[in-house]
């Protein structure tokens, strides 16, 4: 830490996207009690307009100021511009459908909005953090604030099991990151990631058991933020409980976040004993696809199926982690890729089931999308787009993120841990095609003869990741290649 | 934009514009499939205009950067094989909108839409020359069959429609883990360019990688052929799908499997593609007599015809496998009549269907009193699918015998009785659905054929006589391809299998 940590306005850029998120959070709680609720669209407004300003900010710092803030505390790099960018997208893509579906669930608040924003808030300093603190506080706000949100609707005792579930084994996890920090700090004496990594390199690099423990202690924790096996346990209750706009965030944003932080501090920090943690990744990537796939094919509830299906996503990145110590750009490089075509694949999936579920959530059924082909061909056809993107058709996100893993995987010599993954993505064709199959091929059902038509916010949540995932399938290399140049800055 | 790209796009260009024409206006959907789809078969007799027939060359290629990193580009160029069952594609896509016309009333645009979208895809199948734009056709053509056999199939057209595509997953995620392979040890996808690596010993791989990569070729491709014990999934999917699907299936789905083992298994992997050759070809003459035993014993005429797919692909996959200039001529032109004349079969089976509404047999007889014209139709194409001479089985199934008996004569006698079988099964339902006494059913609604059906039928009679009694037409740009692909196969393998017609053998030995 820097002995004269000054303020300059450099910095106070660099941190924009963080402060107006904040700041219009807490307007939002102040406004709450004076906005009327039933008429009003105005939290949703005012969020969205401060999602857009914090993205907008972010590529400012970015273009503008990049560098390290508050004496290297931070990091305003390409990856960390990413990541920002990406929480953002969620965030927006959180709120667009929310509209609809919190107005049917008459629970309409600021408050929803305003956890949103600190929730997001804390991500975007996760993946700018450059100091082990910070990101735990980062990992604090963010997490704090989705727990809250899971349990957001109070009157529903699944939301309650959900928020709670989610509490106790996300302060576990957290609980076990800090310990990892509190070992590093023991060892090494320094929090920031480059010089913890000068440290594991110097010629008094500390005891190996001791930053093996520390590593250990730090990818249970990542591990479970990011629902990867064999910590994935409390991810399909989380996201069957938690309301569906809240679960489509949870799958996307936390995920994105904590795998930004993973790569940063293995790939930064951790990357001297890379041969130590890259087989652990390994095993982990391996049993998140094959848990996560092989549970989702048993699953009748669509969130339910959804939450295993992101388990096995956080394998597929897993992968492309267990294979960045030896192609580091590569590697690094389809990671974020993937995310990005994960995070707009999944919550546009996520949106339609906001959209069909009903009054308290009762329509989460997969049968209940019956005949949704017929009743409304558009949703059904941006489902489609997710779901096949999801499979990993050609012309989608989803395919050439898959397709960016696996060849760094193969480039890494990782043949076994690809085609198993490959395979097992054959298996999880199975349970998105049942999707499919309900939507197109079943006669529809009164429950969806019922449904309304689409609201606006409802169709541009749809309309806007449905255009992305294409537009990733189709021209992936302006991603790719931004993704690939701010991997190389990583160290 | 030249030719071949704008064959490619139409079909693509009139799907997007099918998606915008409302549902309250079926028949909407179906005159501008129609004429999409006839332009483009008009288009692509334009190339065979154009293409020139004395070279084994790759014609009106194109390559255009797509993706800078991984180095993807939209590579697309036909030769003498893949300009045919281009032509095949845009050949029988028109007749499949034809036999649908009254068939598909439940959601008629989306139809239209995914059978030029199939269209597109398997164009492009046959097209592509960079491996990584050949696998996404390769998908691409999976998701509109998908849909085709699941909304518009018969009763338990889910349970084929899933089994069909995750059996096909299954085998491309094997092959996109060796294009991949392959990616990495030489930077490039195109597939000309690595043809030119192996054949100039830049590249090469181990034996044991070679086996492995060509296995996972392979694999992928014996799924879509169907190769014995690959098929399972074919007579659900074939008997499942509507007329028009059951059509572009068998026609021209299949052969996206034998067109891949010729076009990039054999000259990709040479070594292990003849060291394997023994067993692929054990388990194709099990195919051959296999698939002809089973249709015999089938009530349901599409199932009948399903399982002769099995026992007609089986003679394609022998042909290749003989490595000989006969058995690949005979081969590649099987794959061509066999597109023409099942997809006839299917095609007058789905009017059959249309009239009486079954598929069994048993529901049949007599039905050449009610309808004397549709029985000569379905006759022709029978005798065409038996072999007879004069049509055009008969050339292809010469070929290939001829050919594997130059590589190894027992083979041919194996092989031989399945087309005895083939007589069998054929003409025997024949029998039972045409001849006998006449099914009151039958004299109630099958009724002879009419104008648009006509119009399915010609083309295909048409073509069946003149490929049987004038293959001249076809065969010599064929020939041309087969023998450099033959040459290709000779590269790092010790010559044991001589050729009857060594065309470009002596170059083979200088370029060693």
């Known amino acids: 830490m820097p002995a004269n940590p000054t303020f300059n306005l450099d910095d ?10 904040t700041v219009m959070g807490t307007l939002l709680m102040v406004l709450d009690p004076v906005i009327n609720k039933r008429s009003s669209k105005a939290f949703g407004n005012l969020s969205l307009l401060a999602l857009v300003a914090a993205g907008a900010a972010a590529v400012f710092a970015y273009t503008t100021k990049a560098g390290p803030a508050f004496g290297g505390m931070l990091m305003v790099d390409g990856f960390a511009t990413f990541f920002r960018v990406l929480v953002m997208v969620v965030g927006i893509l959180t709120v667009l459908p929310s509209y609809s579906f919190l107005t049917r669930q008459e629970a309409e608040t600021g408050e929803f909005h305003a956890l949103l924003l600190f929730s997001i808030a804390g991500q975007s300093i996760m993946v700018a953090a450059n100091e082990l603190i910070i990101v735990f506080i980062g990992l604090e706000i963010s997490s704090i604030a989705s727990y809250v949100l899971a349990g957001y609707l109070r009157d529903d ?17 957290t609980a076990f990151f800090l310990y990892g920090v509190a070992v590093i700090y023991g060892c090494t004496g320094t929090i920031n990631l480059t010089a913890v990594r000068t440290a594991l390199t110097g010629q008094d690099a500390p005891s190996t058991l001791f930053v093996g423990l520390a590593a250990a202690l730090m990818f249970v924790g990542l591990a479970f933020k990011v629902s990867a096996a064999p910590f994935q346990v409390w991810a399909p209750d989380v996201y069957q409980g938690a309301p569906t706009p809240v679960a489509a965030f949870l799958s996307a944003g936390p995920k994105a976040a904590a795998f930004a932080v993973f790569l940063r501090i293995f790939m930064t920090a951790f990357e001297p004993i890379a041969h130590g943690w890259e087989p652990i990744v390994w095993g982990s990537a391996l049993l998140s696809m094959i848990i996560g ?37 590569g590697g690094i490089g389809a990671a974020m890729f993937y995310l990005a075509a994960y995070a707009l694949m999944n919550v546009g999936a996520f949106a339609v089931v906001s959209y069909v579920s009903g009054r308290g959530e009762r329509s989460t059924s997969i049968d209940d999308l019956a005949g949704l082909g017929q009743r409304q061909p558009m949703m059904a056809a941006m489902l489609t787009i997710f779901l096949l993107s999801l499979i990993g058709v050609p012309l989608t996100g989803g395919f050439f993120g898959k397709f960016y893993i696996f060849r760094s995987a193969l480039e890494s010599h990782l043949v076994w841990l690809t085609v198993i993954g490959l395979l097992t993505s054959a298996v999880a064709a199975y349970y998105y095609l049942r999707v499919l199959v309900v939507m197109y091929m079943h006669e529809p059902t009164e429950a969806t003869s019922k449904i309304d038509p689409p609201s606006l916010g409802l169709r541009a949540a749809l309309i806007l990741p449905a255009i992305g995932t294409l537009f990733l399938g189709i021209f992936p290399n302006w991603v790719l290649d931004f993704a690939d140049r701010s991997a190389s800055l990583l160290k | 934009m030249n030719l071949l790209e704008v064959v490619l796009f139409l079909p693509l260009a009139a799907f997007l514009i099918a998606l915008l024409i409302p549902r309250s206006s079926p028949q909407a959907s179906r005159v501008w499939a129609i004429l999409a789809s006839v332009a483009t078969f ?87 020359q960079d491996l990584f734009l050949f696998y996404v056709f390769w998908e691409v053509s ?19 429609a899933v089994k069909f595509f995750l059996y096909t997953m299954a085998g491309s995620v094997l092959m996109l883990t060796a294009i991949i392979y392959i990616y990495n040890r030489t930077q490039t ?20 990688e070679q086996l492995w990569l060509f296995l996972a070729f392979f694999i992928a491709f014996a799924i879509k052929v169907p190769l014995f014990p690959l098929h399972t999934w074919l007579p659900d999917a074939h008997v499942e799908a509507p007329a028009a699907g059951s059509v572009m299936l068998a026609a021209v789905m299949l052969k996206m499997g034998t067109y891949g083992i010729l076009h990039f298994c054999l000259p990709l992997f040479p070594s292990a593609a003849r060291e394997c050759a023994p067993w692929i070809v054990v388990l194709a003459i099990i195919g051959i007599i296999y698939g002809a035993l089973v249709a015999m014993v089938q009530p349901n005429m599409k199932k009948l015809v399903a399982y002769s797919s099995v026992s007609h692909l089986g003679f394609v996959v022998l042909g290749i496998f003989s490595f000989t200039q006969m058995g690949l001529d005979g081969a ?40 004397p014209w549709l029985s000569t139709a379905f006759l022709i194409t029978t005798l065409a699918s038996i072999g007879l001479p004069t049509l055009n089985n008969f050339v292809g199934e010469f070929l290939v015998l001829q050919g594997s008996a130059l590589a190894n004569f027992k083979w041919t006698i194996f092989a031989s009785i399945g087309v005895i079988l083939s007589a069998c099964y054929m003409l025997w339902m024949y029998q039972r659905v045409f001849y006998g006494e006449v099914n009151p059913e039958v004299r109630h609604h099958v009724f002879d054929l009419k104008l648009r059906e006509w119009a399915v039928v010609v083309p295909f009679i048409v073509m069946m006589v003149w490929m049987g009694v004038y293959s001249q037409s076809f065969l ?22 001589q050729n009857s017609a060594p065309a470009h053998n002596t170059e083979a030995a200088n370029a060693r």
């Open chain 2, 189 to 208: 996808f195109s597939y000309p360019a690595i043809v030119d690596m192996l054949s100039s010993g830049r590249l090469s791989f181990t034996p044991e």
């Open chain 2, 476 to 497: 010599p740009p064929v020939g041309k391809v087969t023998a450099k692909v033959l040459d290709e196969t000779q590269v790092n393998v010790p010559f044991r299998v």
């Open chain 2, 42 to 128: 008009v288009l692509s007799l334009g190339l065979l205009g154009w293409f020139d027939r004395s070279t084994a060359g790759e014609q009106f290629a194109v390559d255009i950067p797509w993706i800078s990193a991984p180095d993807i580009h939209f590579a697309i160029s036909a030769n003498g094989v893949s300009l045919w069952l281009v032509l095949l594609s845009t050949f029988l896509t028109p007749l499949c909108i034809l036999i649908s016309w009254r068939a598909i009333q439940d959601r008629a645009k989306e139809f239209y839409a995914f059978l030029l979208l199939l269209e597109f895809g398997l164009i492009g199948v046959f097209l592509a």
């Open chain 1, 293 to 329: 796939n092989f549970a989702a094919l048993l699953q009748s509830n669509i969130k339910r199926m959804l939450a295993y299906s992101s388990v096995a996503h956080a394998g597929y990145v897993m992968v492309a982690l267990a294979a960045a110590p030896t192609t580091p750009n």
């Open chain 1, 12 to 21: 106070l850029i660099r941190f924009l996207p963080e402060i107006i998120l």
């Open chain 2, 142 to 160: 999976l998701v509109p069959m998908y849909f085709l056999i699941g909304i518009w199939g018969h009763e338990r057209r889910i349970y084929a």
């Open chain 1, 157 to 173: 005792k699944r939301a309650n099991e959900a928020s709670v579930k989610y509490f106790l084994l996300g302060s576990f996890a």
């Open chain 2, 332 to 371: 590649v032109y099987q794959m061509l009549n066999h597109g023409i004349s099942t997809g006839a079969l299917f095609a007058i089976v789905g009017l059959l269907y249309e009239r009486r509404h079954s598929l069994e047999i048993k529901d049949y007889g007599g039905v050449a009193t009610a309808a």
